[in-house]
């Protein structure tokens, strides 16, 4: 299961319920790759403040500078990983939701989906689920974004 991961709260609230009802399934946190706080705290397995992105992500709805501490905690019993996506797969996923679906979905909803198109031999073989949420688009990122 791929799922966006910004302050925490998606995660640990869907984290919590499959280790409870689904402890087998692997469960990834996605990152833009230019907010690389929670990956960074992920793998220093501590809160790490990152440097302000150079280049701000499309998916700012994901885009955290620290973890807090309560969260990094919670979310280390309820995921398996955490991996960054870049912006280009982030607009990527967005762009096929909307022309395989017909959904509008913001960048930090799509994250799981560029993912999937970003690393598609990391997903051959297996069942994969993300979580496509938010609509928090102005008509004019929809036509920036989607034409």
Known sequence: VLLPLGAGALAIGVGLWLRAEKPNVR?????PETSPAMLLSWQAGKVITAPPAEVPTIADGLAQRAPS???????RQTIDDVW???D???????RFCHQHYGLIIEPAGAIGVGAILERPEA????????????GN???DQIRTYLG
């Open 88 to 94: 280009g797969a982030i607009l990527a996923g967005m």
């Open 137 to 139: 688009m102005t008509p």
């Open 123 to 134: 997903f051959a073989g297996q069942r994969v689920a993300t979580v496509l949420c938010g």
């Open 27 to 31: 469960v990834i946190g996605l990152v």
């Open 69 to 75: 501490a309560y969260a990094f905690a919670y979310l």
């Open 84 to 86: 960054s996506v870049r």
